[in-house]
Structures are given as C-alpha cells and as structure tokens.
C-alpha cells in the first residue's frame, strides 16, 4: 500500500521561507520519480518541482533559484524548500510519486500514480 504524507505548509510573509516534506512508503523509494506539484483555486495542479529515477532534477521556471528539491533516502522524505515566497507561490501542494515517467513529462500531472493529501502554503 503506497502512502505519501505531506507537511510544512503554513502561512508567512512574502521574501519569507518554508520547507515542506514528503514521507513516502510502500515504495522502493530511491527508484521512484518524485514530484511536487501546486494547484491554485480554479487551475489545473502544475508541477513545481521533480526527482527523475536518477535522481536528475527538474524545476518550473517560475521557481527556479528559489525552490530546491532534496530527498534523503534513509527516511525515505523528499523535501522541497521554498526561499523568497511570492503572493503567487499561494496554493495547495502535493507530492507525488511512480515508479516511471517518462523522459521529458515530470510535470506531467496525469503521470504520477500516487499522491498526497496536499498541504495548503499562503503566502501574504
């Protein structure tokens, strides 16, 4: 049974920083593609942030060089640390995990299997 937990939203203030983590089990997790996504109200869910099975990183150009993904494998955790939040980083953010995207689709949200609950992050 796969299960991903998701935690570390909360509220802070714009230029402000928050890590938000993942733990992932019912995987062998350091050969699974891993993701984080956000969905604002009324939008469709992006991909924010992803580890390919190499462990080969992927950002959206709206968070580069201001969100970083790592993962530690001994706790089976990825994490995704968002430094210099914006307004617009305001949404829900899911972790997702399978065990095989494809090349070139990360952010592809149709291509994950299994998914968190979701965290809510508000920036202000």
């Known amino acids: 049974h796969v299960q991903l937990v998701e935690s570390g939203g909360g509220s802070v203030q714009a230029g402000g920083s928050l890590r938000l983590s993942c733990v992932v089990s019912?995987?062998?997790?350091?050969?699974?593609?891993m993701g984080w996504f956000r969905q604002h109200p009324g939008k469709e869910r992006e991909g924010v942030a992803t580890?390919?099975?190499?462990?080969?990183?992927s950002y959206a150009d709206s968070v580069k060089g201001r969100f970083t993904i790592s993962r530690d494998n001994a706790k089976n955790t990825v994490y995704l640390q968002m430094d210099s939040l914006k307004p617009e980083d305001t949404a829900m953010y899911y972790c997702?995990?399978?065990?095989?995207?494809?090349?070139?689709?990360?952010?592809?949200?149709?291509?994950?299997?299994?998914w968190g609950q979701g965290t809510q992050v508000t920036v202000s």
């Open positions: 997702a995990a399978d065990p095989d995207v494809s090349r070139g689709f990360w952010f592809r949200p149709d291509q994950y299997a299994d």
């Open positions: 019912g995987y062998t997790y350091s050969s699974i593609c």
């Open positions: 580890f390919d099975s190499d462990g080969t990183t």
